[in-house]
């Protein structure tokens, strides 16, 4: 998996750098996203599909020095009943 934490959300949206997508895309792993604490996890086979959109603007990455655009997704992170429900199948 692929984890990246980021620190804003956007009009129920998370912006994560596009290389995180890439990389997870590549590798075949999921992509888990993070904010204040609540994860939520992008299945590979469907990160394309869950791409709302991309940035327009491109950024400078402070340490390679390219250039990247943030890929952003719909903020839902799982609700309690549905972390008690995956829960409950693990200890199965």
Known sequence: MVYK??????AGKIGTPEKYVKEAIKNKEDLV?????ER?????KDINR?????SLKYFK???????????????KPPTEE???IAFS????
Request: no cysteine.
């Open 5 to 10: 934490k980021e620190a804003t959300l956007w």
């Open 33 to 37: 996203l993070s904010h204040n604490g």
């Open 40 to 44: 939520m996890k992008v299945l590979y």
């Open 50 to 54: 869950s791409i709302t959109g991309y």
């Open 61 to 75: 990455d402070r340490y390679s020095g390219g250039n990247y655009r943030l890929a952003y997704f719909t903020w």
């Open 82 to 84: 549905e972390k008690l």
């Open 89 to 92: 199948k693990q200890s199965l």
